[in-house]
């Protein structure tokens, strides 16, 4: 046997022994200046309970590069993605933390084809993010939330990811109109692939949302289960959002089918969610089957 062939065969015998155990392939995908090293524990994890699982922790966009407008990550993301979906018949996990939550919605908006039976979004800003968080502070250090959105919303601050989700709720139509991420794959405005998008996101078997109050990056915290605020700072829950009311990318449509499960945990900082073994048994470890 050639050398060039002994990756495949050895990925083949990985997959083959997953699917004579019943589990499908778990693809990782990590959140913003951080990469597959962050993750060696939540790998640890899901081997201990589903031995001979085909874990993929994704090797792109790490750390800085991370950085990078989302839509870019996105087309990267798809295309390593891509080949391990063609390869499990029954279907894959994707397991996103933090903006990779983000991304993993946009991949699988753009893959009409996807077979994602669970995914599962560790404390994401899923309807954006408006706070002073560390991460904010480390790269735009001379702004504060309240005058972000002048750097953040122009064709240049949508070069970089944290802005493609930030959401200053008093800045509403200059968000709508600037925003080249989040608000259209909210539905939040009309655009030419929005059936697409929305058909794509009911190919999802399960939605599990996980986040809590002592998060201390995602702000508010709720943005992580589909909760922001509105124009006076106070949370709206995810079943009010009026995107979720127009059902605008079939949200109101999983739910309503009993697919959309919230995990909300107390105590858990954010950078801890993916190494926290309650959390991994209560609110991830039953969706990988």
């Given amino acids: 046997m050639s050398d060039s062939c002994r990756p495949c065969v050895i990925i083949s015998a990985v997959l083959l022994l997953s699917s004579v155990m019943g589990y499908r392939p778990v693809i990782i995908v990590h959140g913003i200046l951080d990469g ?39 087309d990267g993301f798809r295309e390593a993605i891509r080949p391990i979906m063609k390869s499990a018949e029954d279907g894959v996990h994707l397991i996103c933390f933090s903006q990779g939550g983000l991304i993993c919605r946009g991949v699988l908006a753009t893959l009409p084809t996807h077979n994602v039976h669970s995914l599962i979004i560790l404390s994401s800003p899923l309807a954006g993010q408006y706070g002073d968080s560390c991460y904010l502070k480390y790269f735009f250090p001379k702004f504060i939330k309240s005058r972000l959105y002048h750097f953040c919303y122009t064709t240049c601050g949508q070069k970089i990811s944290i802005c493609n989700y930030w959401n200053d709720p008093h800045q509403r139509e200059r968000y709508l109109k600037s925003s080249n991420y989040l608000a259209p794959l909210n539905g939040e405005i009309e655009h030419a692939n929005s059936t697409a998008w929305r058909d794509s996101f009911l190919r999802i078997e399960t939605l599990v949302l996980i986040g809590g109050p ?50 909300v945990f107390p105590g858990v900082h954010h950078t801890s969610w993916h190494s926290n073994l309650t959390v991994y048994q209560n609110c991830i470890d039953k969706w990988l089957t």
Avoid at 223 to 233: K, R, W
Wanted: some cysteine; overall charge negative; hydrophobic content about 40%.
């Fill in 214 to 263: 002592d998060d201390g990056v995602i702000t508010p915290w709720q943005s992580s289960i589909f909760g922001f605020y509105d124009s006076n700072e106070t949370v709206v829950e995810m079943e009010k959002q009026d995107w979720y009311l127009r059902d605008a990318f079939g949200l109101k449509t999983l739910n309503a089918n009993g697919a959309v499960v919230k995990c």
């Fill in 36 to 74: 597959p090293r962050q993750f060696e524990m939540l790998v640890k994890f899901i081997n201990q309970s589903h031995p001979g699982t085909n874990v993929t922790t994704l090797a792109l966009y790490d750390y800085i590069a991370s950085m990078k407008p989302l839509w870019q990550q996105v």
